[in-house]
Every structure is written in structure tokens, then in C-alpha cells.
């Protein structure tokens, strides 16, 4: 059996920074795709960050030139990098990842997520 288990949420101040973790625990044979999501209250969840494993990393437009995702995969950790927060950011972020465990397929694993709370 895998998971995921994020870290780095909090409380910051409008402006501030934060750095969330995520670390694929397990049998773990390889990882494809890992991603961030978000979901604020009241709001559908939305893809905010996507690696590949050859690196190529992907962001919808409202957080491109804030937010930068990097992978260890030696480490089977993803992390996300979240500059000049703004209070729209507030919502519970989410790692998933395809992950070839062993003894299965490739699954989709998420994670439980980890609270981002931005406000002054």
C-alpha cells in the first residue's frame, strides 16, 4: 500500500511565502506525473502545479509566476513553492501522483491535503 503525506500548511500573512511537502511512502517501484491541487471553500477543486518525471512543469494562469513545483525522485518527495500569497489562495492543498507500486498498475494516489490559510 502507498500514500501520499503533505506538510508546510499554515497561516501566513498576505504577501508571504510557503513551501509545502509531500513524500510518497511505500513500495514504491516509480512515480509518473505529480501534481498539487487546491480546493477552497465552497469551490471545485483545481490542478495548481504538474511535474513530469523528466521535469517539465506545468501551471494554469493564475498562480504561473508564483507558485513552482520540483520533485526529488530519488526521495519520492514533490514539493511546491508558493510566493506572493494572496488571500484567494487560502484553500487545503492536495498532492497526487501516478504511482507504480509493487505487486499493482500504475494508481492515482492522493494524499489528505494540508491547509493553506492566507490573512492578515
Known amino acids: 500500500q502507498v500514500q501520499l503525506v503533505e506538510s508546510g500548511g499554515g497561516l501566513v500573512q498576505p504577501g508571504g511565502s510557503l513551501r509545502l511537502s509531500c513524500a510518497a511512502l511505500?513500495?514504491?517501484?516509480?512515480?509518473?506525473?505529480m501534481e498539487w491541487h487546491r480546493q477552497a471553500p465552497g469551490k471545485d477543486r483545481e490542478l495548481v502545479a504538474r511535474i513530469t518525471r523528466g521535469n517539465i512543469t506545468t501551471y494554469p494562469d493564475s498562480v504561473k509566476g508564483r507558485f513552482t513545483i520540483s520533485r526529488d525522485i530519488a526521495k519520492n518527495t514533490v514539493s511546491l513553492q508558493i510566493n506572493s500569497l494572496k488571500p484567494e489562495d487560502t484553500a487545503r492543498y492536495y498532492c497526487s501522483a501516478e504511482i507504480l507500486a509493487a505487486g499493482s498498475g500504475y494508481v492515482e494516489v492522493w494524499g489528505q491535503g494540508t491547509l493553506v490559510t492566507v490573512s492578515s
Open positions: 511505500g513500495s514504491i517501484l516509480s512515480i509518473n506525473d
